[in-house]
C-alpha cells in the first residue's frame, strides 16, 4: 500500500494566525514530500520540495518565511501558514514518493480546506 | 513555454462507452507520463504510468497511449460506469517532479 494521511482535513482559521497542517506516510518511507495548493478548477501547484533532515526547496514566487516547511522524519512533513491572510485560503495537498515505487510515482494525501476569515 | 493542455470542458459520456481524454504537451521532454484521478475535496490518486518508450499500458477497463512524436497522451475508460465519474489529470514527470495539467472532468450518465 501507499497511504497518506493529513490532518486537519479542514480548518478555519482568523486572519493573522498561524495554522499548521501535517502530512504523514502511513505504511511505507517516503524519501521525498511535496506540498501542492490547489484552487477551484485549476490544476496543482507545486509550493515545495521536502526531503527528511533537509531544508525543503522552494518554488519560484512561494515565499519560505510565509509557508514554514518541516520534514523531521521519513514518514512526517509539516506545513504551517504563518501569517495566514484570506488570500491564503485554499485546498492544501501533501504528496510523498517511495522509494521502491514506480519512477516519479507520488501517493497524495487527502487534502487540507484551509479558510483564512 | 512549457504547457500541458487538457480538454477543460467536461466530457459527458453514456454509461458503457468508452470515455477518450486527450493531454497534450510543449516544450517538454517527459520520461514518463502519468494519469490520475481526482474526486471533488479529494487528493489525487494515481492511476498508470507510461514510460517514454512504451507506446500503450492497459489497466483494466483504463488504456493510455503515449505518442512523443505528436506530444500528445490518450486516455480511455472503457465500459464507463457512473462510478468513473471524476476529473482526470495528466502528469509528465521528470527530475523527481511531476507537472499536472489542469485535469479533464468525466460525466457517466448512467
Known amino acids: 500500500g501507499a497511504v497518506v494521511s493529513q490532518h486537519p482535513s479542514r480548518v478555519i482559521c482568523k486572519s493573522g494566525t498561524s495554522v499548521k497542517i501535517e502530512c504523514r506516510s502511513l505504511d511505507f518511507q517516503a524519501t521525498t514530500m511535496f506540498w501542492y495548493r490547489q484552487f477551484p478548477k485549476k490544476s496543482l501547484m507545486l509550493m515545495a520540495t521536502s526531503n527528511e533532515g533537509s531544508k525543503a526547496t522552494y518554488e519560484q514566487g512561494v515565499e519560505k518565511d510565509k509557508f514554514l516547511i518541516n520534514h523531521a522524519s521519513l514518514t512526517l512533513s509539516t506545513l504551517t501558514v504563518t501569517s495566514a491572510h484570506p488570500e491564503d485560503s485554499s485546498f492544501y495537498i501533501c504528496?510523498?514518493?517511495?522509494?521502491?515505487?514506480?519512477?516519479?510515482?507520488?501517493?497524495f494525501g487527502p487534502g487540507t480546506r484551509l479558510t483564512v476569515l | 513555454s512549457q504547457k500541458i493542455e487538457q480538454n477543460s470542458e467536461a466530457l459527458n459520456i453514456q454509461e458503457g462507452k468508452t470515455a477518450t481524454l486527450t493531454c497534450n504537451y510543449t516544450?517538454?521532454?517527459?520520461?514518463?507520463l502519468q494519469w490520475y484521478r481526482q474526486d471533488p475535496g479529494r487528493g489525487p490518486v494515481f492511476l498508470l504510468l507510461i514510460r517514454e518508450n512504451e507506446k500503450e499500458k492497459r489497466k483494466e477497463r483504463l488504456k493510455v497511449t503515449f505518442d512523443t512524436t505528436l506530444k500528445q497522451s490518450l486516455f480511455h475508460i472503457t465500459a464507463s460506469q457512473p462510478a468513473d465519474s471524476a476529473t482526470y489529470l495528466c502528469a509528465l514527470s521528470g527530475n523527481n517532479r511531476l507537472a499536472f495539467g489542469k485535469g479533464n472532468q468525466v460525466v457517466v450518465i448512467p
Open positions: 504528496s510523498a514518493t517511495k522509494r521502491e515505487g514506480l519512477p516519479d510515482t507520488q501517493y
Open positions: 516544450n517538454y521532454s517527459p520520461a514518463y
